[in-house]
């Protein structure tokens, strides 16, 4: 059973990219109320106060694509957030902004952003449409002042133009340009991997792929929860005794959040390496074998980490290859090759 929620997505993907093969314009693709999995939970952003237009959406496109965005007009959005690679950064523990100048945290991976409560490794950014300002604005990312930025738009030979279809002003204000990066980011959603096709009676799991589950509901649903696999919640996972980044607790102010950070989505995660909020580990194996036998103790740690004679989860040499079947299952390919997420031509 599939619910429909107020998401609007671009139909079909498959005749842009047909028309891409044949060196011609793609068609201009009318957005429809889609159906969301009704596993899903309910989504906190639903385009209340900015209607989903194609325009909106194709101007928000642009802007993730464009480098424009920083200061020195050489890092994009998604210059750190590929689409391949479930817009993360394959291979980086730490992505290199202006300047070449690389921060402390590694870029997460970007899509189902409308059911997220929260934004950052930390929580830093409560919302959606504010959310691009962080990067914008921090010194070793884009380094970029907004008024600049407005500036630089509004001199721009085309932008000027497709902000006035897509909102209907004259002037571009800063309200448009998060609007319309929103429209964009707010329709990254990820909801066809085979877990999916699994959950929809489309196709069964291997024994392998089944096993890996039911050990997956039993030992990591506390914090990786619904469908989503994150329960958008923050927590100390045992990396260090004495957390360097001390994460959530930057934010509230609060001893007790030393060392938390948010519960990142495993759905596609074969594809995000490297892992951990400072890309400590290389491979999902690593984390695995961290779970079973190097999480560390702190006053923080997270109960569902030192329930047992000793901290984390112990797993034996099966457990990991099924856990690794299951994981796998999340990666939706669909997703990844999308046209209508590709750079605009």
Not at 309 to 316: A, E, M
Request: glycine share 6%; hydrophobic share 35%.
């Amino acid at each position: 059973m599939r619910h429909r929620i107020r998401l609007k997505l671009l139909l079909a993907p498959l005749l842009l990219l047909a028309a891409c093969r044949e060196g011609v314009p793609g068609p201009q693709l009318p957005f429809t109320e889609v159906a969301a999995p009704a596993y899903f939970p309910e989504a906190q952003y639903r385009f209340e106060k900015n209607p989903l237009t194609q325009k909106g959406f194709e101007l928000g496109r642009r802007l993730f694509y464009d480098p424009i965005l920083s200061i020195d007009s050489t890092v994009s959005c998604a210059s750190c957030h590929k689409q391949s690679a479930a817009f993360s950064d394959p291979g980086l523990a730490l992505s290199p902004g202006v300047n070449g100048l690389k921060g402390t945290r590694n870029s997460p991976a970007l899509f189902n952003l409308a059911w997220n409560k929260a934004f950052m490794w930390d929580g830093g950014v409560n919302h959606i449409e504010i959310m691009p300002l962080a990067p914008i604005t921090n010194p070793v990312e884009m380094n970029q002042k907004l008024s600049h930025l407005m500036a630089r738009l509004k001199a721009h030979p085309e932008y000027p133009r497709q902000f006035r279809e897509a909102f209907g002003k004259e002037e571009i204000d800063d309200q448009q340009f998060f609007y319309a990066l929103a429209q964009f980011m707010g329709n990254m959603v990820s909801a066809n991997a085979p877990y999916d096709e699994f959950r929809q009676g489309i196709r069964p799991l291997s024994a392998s792929e089944e096993a890996g589950r039911l050990l997956f509901e039993q030992t990591c649903s506390t914090c990786h929860a619904t469908a989503l696999f994150t329960d958008h919640s923050y927590h100390n996972n045992g990396l260090e005794s004495n957390p360097s980044d001390t994460g959530l607790e930057r934010i509230d102010l609060n001893p007790a959040s030393r060392g938390k950070f948010k519960t990142p989505s495993l759905r596609n995660i074969a594809l995000t390496a490297p892992y951990m909020h400072d890309g400590r580990f290389q491979t999902l194996r690593e984390v695995l074998d961290f779970y079973d036998s190097g999480v560390k103790v702190s006053p923080t740690l997270d109960p569902a980490l030192n329930a047992g004679p000793r901290p984390g989860i112990p797993l034996t040499e099966a457990d990991k290859q099924h856990l690794l079947s299951f994981l796998n299952c999340l990666t939706d390919s669909v997703f990844v090759s999308n046209p209508m997420y590709q750079a605009p031509r």
